[in-house]
């Protein structure tokens, strides 16, 4: 046990935490404002993988990582923007339709990749780290904390702004309203549609950015289906979260912990077998959910399309 | 579309009755053939941008999947686990239970099964053994639903957050098992040991259909009747409408709630144990089909009926089989069935508001 307390150890899994935590950060984050409005986006997965394919083929091919991100929002916006054309627009279930972008969005990116690259999976260089003087230098939490990509500082002024804009601005309300009480929204004179799309496009390019920083940051490389259910973290990260940005961030944080606990207890000398550490942060969930289901409150219109006049 | 366009029209709701009928098969034939020819050609045109040619894609699929004996065989064989998945999604979706955590509860019933099977052949007689595999398939599945059922039934937790955290939690467990628990010391693949081919489920004729397929057939008739001609299938019927009319009309909604995922479940769990008392004989570590989320499209493009899941199970069964091998003679990598399925999900989207639009705007 006292071997699992070295410097090698907590420095690799804080790393670990950080790394495999920011992409579930930026997918939480993008499904609780989708949630807010009242749009449960279960396509989060495909808008990842898609953000993941793009946001790498930009960087691959412009040798640019940050055209890469910008890439990476295209592409999860691409497929947001079905999302909110099918399920916003059109009002079409979005259970099926997301879980249908799902599975299409990882078809198609395999194919592409396919078709683009065949077998190899080329590598882009390793990415820019960002030293904060001085912390870096500390022990331990220091090159774990403070060597990152600017990407994870990025992130974090994100949640700081997302957690302000909650509170403090309009648009907290109006994304709560859209979820809690459509036609009340649209009785006040706010428009029910423009609003579920305005966050749906949200969703798809944060979603995408965490893809792409998987892809450009985590791994350096593509391949397909790499998103391997990070978007689905995302949403429970989000539901769990109760619409605060700081409990999504602790959340994503814990859950990249435990992602990649096994690396860290090989660097420690351990031979504990991955599958079962990658239950823990699940099994967690659910002791989460017994203890305290009753309070996992969502949005009252959550899933229900809108639809004026509608009873 | 003119022709379900007119008969509907002209159809008054206390016309005759085969009239009606016709009607509502044609309605049938354009809402369900006219999304799977749009997403047929929309998913060519991909290929086409591919520099694939898809009639040779599509017509190669066909011949290997449907036209080729031993394909048609592997078609059918195929059929089994799916068909066990639509029938616990049929139940769950038509009680209004959005069970997404049937991989889960599918890998653990493959697991349960791959596991007591080697262990009583033997000791018992082999259609013994069979059979208690199945019936543990089933009970694990179901015992992997009992949280989520328990949560959604007297929390009011969403179902779907927590089915998704079961899969997770059941294919690590699943690895585990195999890898840990279960594991056959005479192979270095970790896999569970293997069930020999005479014990496995008897093969059809003189095919090499495996005949899990009868039992899932009648599975998925089995929970059609049952939903939709007695008095139990009414009530989870009326549960899934309107959960609050069905606590008025006096029914218990938590304990049909868990009814509902229990059943649910069991169907997957016996899902697995077809798959592998009939074909695999074994669980490999990491082995993930992931079968389910691509029935739950089915099963929506059936809306929940039966006869028409088999069918469309028949036809993307076809599909697996044969772009199986495409993927190797024609190059285009099997994912594609994805795409396929993608597209027709959206096409059945539309077409589904186009119908609601054109009778909102008729009547």
């Not at chain 1, 497929?79 to 969005?105: D, E, K, P, S």
């Not at chain 2, 028949?314 to 993608?342: H, M, N, W």
Request: aromatic share 8%; charged share 10%; with cysteine.
């Amino acid at each position: 046990m006292e071997a699992l307390l070295t410097a090698a150890f907590l420095s690799s899994l804080l790393t670990g935490a950080i790394v495999a935590g920011i992409p579930l950060l930026l997918a939480g984050l993008g499904e609780q404002m989708s949630e807010k409005a009242g749009v449960l986006n279960i396509g989060i997965e495909g808008m990842m993988i898609f953000g993941a394919y793009l946001g790498f083929l930009t960087a691959w091919s412009t040798e640019s990582i940050w055209l890469g991100f910008l890439g990476g929002m295209a592409g999860g916006m691409i497929v947001a923007a079905l999302m909110a054309l099918l399920c916003v627009r059109l009002g079409l279930n979005q259970i099926v339709i997301g879980i249908g972008l799902t599975l299409g969005a990882e078809g198609l990116t395999s194919l592409l990749h396919h078709f683009q690259f065949s077998r190899t999976y080329p590598r882009l260089p390793a990415p820019l780290r960002l030293d904060l003087p001085i912390l870096t230098d500390l022990p331990v939490i220091g090159p774990s904390l403070f060597g990152r990509h600017p990407m994870v500082y990025l992130a974090l002024i994100g949640v700081i702004i997302l957690a302000w804009a909650y509170r403090r601005t309009n648009l907290g309300l109006t994304l709560r309203a859209a979820g809690e009480k459509p036609a009340a929204l649209d009785v006040a004179g706010g428009h029910v549609v423009l609003i579920r799309t305005a966050a749906v496009l949200f969703t798809g390019a944060m979603a995408g950015l965490g893809g792409a920083y998987m892809a450009n940051v985590a791994a350096g490389l593509f391949i397909p289906f790499m998103t391997g259910g990070a978007g689905f973290i995302g949403i429970v990260l989000a539901m769990l979260a109760r619409g605060r940005p700081v409990w999504v961030l602790i959340g994503a944080l814990i859950f990249g912990a435990a992602l990649s606990l096994t690396t860290a207890l090989q660097v420690a000398g351990s031979n504990v077998p991955t599958d079962v550490i990658q239950m823990l942060p699940f099994a967690a969930v659910m002791l989460v959910l017994v203890i305290w289901g009753r309070k996992a409150r969502l949005p009252a219109a959550l899933g229900l399309s809108y639809e004026r006049g509608a009873r | 579309m003119t022709a379900s366009d007119t008969q509907t029209a002209t159809t008054p709701s206390n016309g005759p009755v085969e009239v009606q009928r016709e009607a509502r098969l044609a309605r049938f034939a354009v809402m369900t053939l006219g999304p799977i020819a749009a997403a047929v050609i929309a998913s060519g045109l991909i290929l086409v941008v591919f520099g694939i040619n898809p009639i040779t894609y599509y017509t190669f699929v066909i011949e290997r999947g449907l036209f080729s004996g031993l394909g048609l065989e592997q078609t059918l064989t195929r059929m089994a686990p799916l068909l066990f998945l639509a029938a616990g999604l049929i139940v769950a979706f038509r009680a209004g239970i959005w069970n997404l955590g049937v991989d889960g509860q599918f890998l653990l019933g493959a697991v349960a099964s791959a596991a007591l099977a080697p262990a009583l052949l033997g000791v018992l007689p082999g259609w013994i053994v069979l059979l208690m595999g199945f019936v543990l398939a089933g009970l694990v599945g179901a015992v992997w639903s009992v949280l989520p059922a328990l949560l959604r039934a007297y929390q009011g937790v969403n179902e779907i957050i927590t089915t998704l955290m079961m899969t997770f939690l059941g294919v690590s467990l699943a690895n585990v098992l195999v890898k840990l628990v279960f594991l056959d010391p005479k192979t270095t693949v970790p896999q569970t040991r293997t069930i020999p081919v005479p014990d496995r489920l008897p093969r059809l004729f003189d095919s090499t259909i495996s005949s899990g397929l009868v039992w899932a057939v009648a599975a998925v008739l089995l929970v059609h009747v049952v939903m939709t001609r007695t008095a139990f299938g009414l009530k989870l019927r009326t549960v899934g409408a309107n959960p609050h009319a069905a606590a008025h009309a006096g029914l218990s909604v938590p304990r049909l709630t868990v009814a509902v995922f229990a059943i649910s479940a069991a169907f997957a769990g016996l899902a697995g144990a077809s798959e592998i008392l009939g074909v695999n004989g074994n669980v490999r570590a990491d082995w993930n089909p992931a079968y389910g989320l691509m029935v739950i499209p089915l099963v929506f493009l059936a809306r929940f009926h039966g006869v028409g899941s088999i069918i469309l199970i028949f036809f993307y069964s076809a599909l697996l089989i044969g772009s199986e091998s495409a993927a190797r003679r024609v190059g285009v990598p099997q994912d594609f069935t994805l795409v396929l399925v993608a597209t027709l999900l959206i096409f059945l989207g539309l077409a589904e508001w186009l119908d609601h639009r054109r009778r909102k705007g008729g009547g």
